[in-house]
């Protein structure tokens, strides 16, 4: 009787060793080449929707490169990736129509990832580029990176925060500029810091927004600076909702806040737009307020 068992069980188990190569019956028999071929070792590329927790770098390397999810503490987050032509032999320099291109993209790209401009907050956007060697190997990207700071004004810090900036202006947000305090430089009826403050309480200024100056050199001397106040005027008085006229000028005043030097040669032509009374404070926005909230002044 155990002999025919111990039969019985080699033939079950000699058949299903059958049906178990049945079963890969149309494969050749090489257990190698089935499988799909790795890809051939590239240059290295950042990613986008990834952050950083290290301070902005003009020139990324390998070695520096350590993403963090964004919502865990960052300074950096980059919000795009582009490619230059494979064609340029080397990185593109300052002023150059390649890197101004960059930065037009990049802008374009950050604006649609926070949902306004990003002047209209207290936001940075720079270019990053692959390092000498990291371009010898092929790599042939540039990087959009936003980064929060502290003031919009020369004395900025960068801000450690947590949390994506992806439809950050969307909203009413404590990113977003508003309500300023100005305080004077030296020289009479100039201003010399903007201080955000809450609208509730009494300023003597505020942000109207965004005008794109033209492609001109940086303004250096006084006449270079009128068509900064003209444009700024014009956004002041859509803002409020009063006559671009020349009656204007005698409504508000108005600070302008262009871009740096180094930026300005790179393609930044956004200059954010105050409105100013030099005269007064109010309490509460003025946007859509309309001429009888800004009257023209007489003297």
């Not at 499988?35 to 290290?54: E, K």
């Not at 990087?143 to 992806?166: F, I, K, N, Q, Y």
Request: aromatic share 8%.
């Amino acid at each position: 009787m155990r002999r025919a068992w111990r039969a019985l069980i080699a033939a079950v188990a000699t058949g299903a060793l059958l049906v178990g190569c049945a079963g890969t019956a149309a494969t050749d028999g090489d257990l190698v080449d089935d499988w799909a071929a790795l890809p051939a070792p590239g240059p290295f590329a950042p990613a986008a929707g990834v952050c950083q927790i290290a301070d902005f770098a003009d020139v990324v390397t390998l070695a520096a490169y350590q993403p963090v999810d964004c919502a865990v503490p960052h300074r950096v987050e980059s919000v795009h990736v582009g490619a230059f032509p494979a064609e340029r032999a080397t990185p593109p320099p300052g002023g150059s129509a390649e890197l101004r291109g960059a930065f037009a993209d990049c802008d374009t790209r950050a604006t649609g990832h926070v949902g306004d401009d990003w002047r209209a907050g207290r936001l940075r956007l720079a270019v990053a580029l692959p390092s000498g060697p990291g371009w010898a190997a092929g790599s042939r990207w540039y990087r959009c990176d936003l980064t929060e700071v502290s003031t919009v004004e020369a004395a900025a810090t960068v801000v450690t925060r947590a949390g994506s900036l992806a439809d950050a202006l969307k909203a009413p947000s404590p990113l977003r500029l508003g309500c300023q305090q100005t305080r004077s430089g030296r020289g009479a009826g100039a201003v010399q810091t903007l201080l955000p403050v809450d609208c509730v309480t009494r300023h003597d200024a505020e942000f109207v927004g965004v005008w794109r100056a033209p492609d001109r050199p940086y303004p250096t001397r006084a006449a270079d600076w009128a068509p900064l106040y003209a444009g700024c005027r014009s956004v002041l008085g859509r803002y409020v909702g009063v006559p671009d006229d020349a009656n204007l000028r005698f409504r508000s005043g108005v600070v302008v806040r262009p871009p740096g030097a180094g930026r300005w040669r790179v393609g930044d032509r956004g200059v954010r737009c105050y409105l100013w009374l030099d005269d007064r404070a109010v309490t509460g926005s003025l946007r859509g307020a309309g001429p009888a909230a800004l009257p023209v002044r007489t003297r």
